[in-house]
């Protein structure tokens, strides 16, 4: 696992409550946005997630997780996401004929991540469309098309792609993702208490 290689503590949040109490927050997600919103709904996670950006904590959102940050998405149906970053969730050109874009694809960040340009691993249907004060952290060319593969506002950083699953690379953004929002290793950990991620 990506968080263990990074030797960063982590637990599986199960309850609202903890939520709140963690120092720092990372959504995951594969599936489909209106499914996933309504499992969050149904857990009572959708509020302490909103208070927990609120904050100002680290919030890292990947692939599924980042597009729920969005106010919106089209995928199956109009649905309401977290509402965190401004911009709404769209099909991506040419998805509908032929599928989910599987596979790897060059990826360019803008500082302070801009030192790990390279390769990840993506595998989607719908992209962002930002807004407000969403920044583009990443991007990516697909048929001559900018696509937004990163995101950040403040504290809040998502990707479309999988860092995870894209081999060192990927584990040394994520590493230099959460020392940039202030989440350090347990090994790095000393008086100054415990991180949850």
């Known amino acids: 696992m990506a968080l263990e290689a990074l030797d960063l503590e982590h ?23 209106k499914l996933a919103m309504n499992r969050l709904e149904s857990r009572g996670f959708v509020e302490p997630i909103r208070s ?3 904050q100002g904590k680290p919030l890292v959102g990947i692939c599924l997780g980042m597009q729920l940050l969005f106010e919106s998405s089209s995928e199956l149906g109009l649905t309401n996401g977290l509402g965190i970053l401004s911009g709404e969730v769209i099909e991506s050109p040419g998805a509908e004929q032929r599928g989910p874009a599987l596979g790897w694809e060059a990826v360019e960040f803008e500082s302070p991540l ?11 249907s719908f992209e962002a469309k930002i807004g407000g004060d969403t920044l583009a ?11 937004i593969a ?11 792609f999988h860092p995870e699953k894209s081999g060192d690379k990927g584990i040394a953004l994520l590493g230099s ?18 991180q949850q991620t």
């Not at 990163?150 to 950083?157: A, D, K, L, Q, Y």
């Not at 020392?179 to 000393?190: H, K």
Request: hydrophobic share 35%; glycine share 12%.
């Open 114 to 124: 801009k030192g790990h340009h390279g390769d990840y691993y993506f595998a989607h």
């Open 177 to 194: 993702t959460f020392e940039l929002l202030g989440v350090r290793s347990s090994g790095a950990e000393d008086k100054e208490g415990t």
């Open 150 to 160: 990163g995101v950040r506002r403040g504290s809040i950083i998502g990707f479309q």
């Open 52 to 54: 927990f950006a609120r």
């Open 11 to 33: 637990t599986f949040l199960v309850s609202s409550e903890e939520i709140l109490q963690s120092d720092s927050l990372l959504l995951p997600g594969v599936g489909s946005f």
């Open 137 to 147: 952290l990443a991007t990516s060319n697909r048929d001559a098309k900018t696509l």
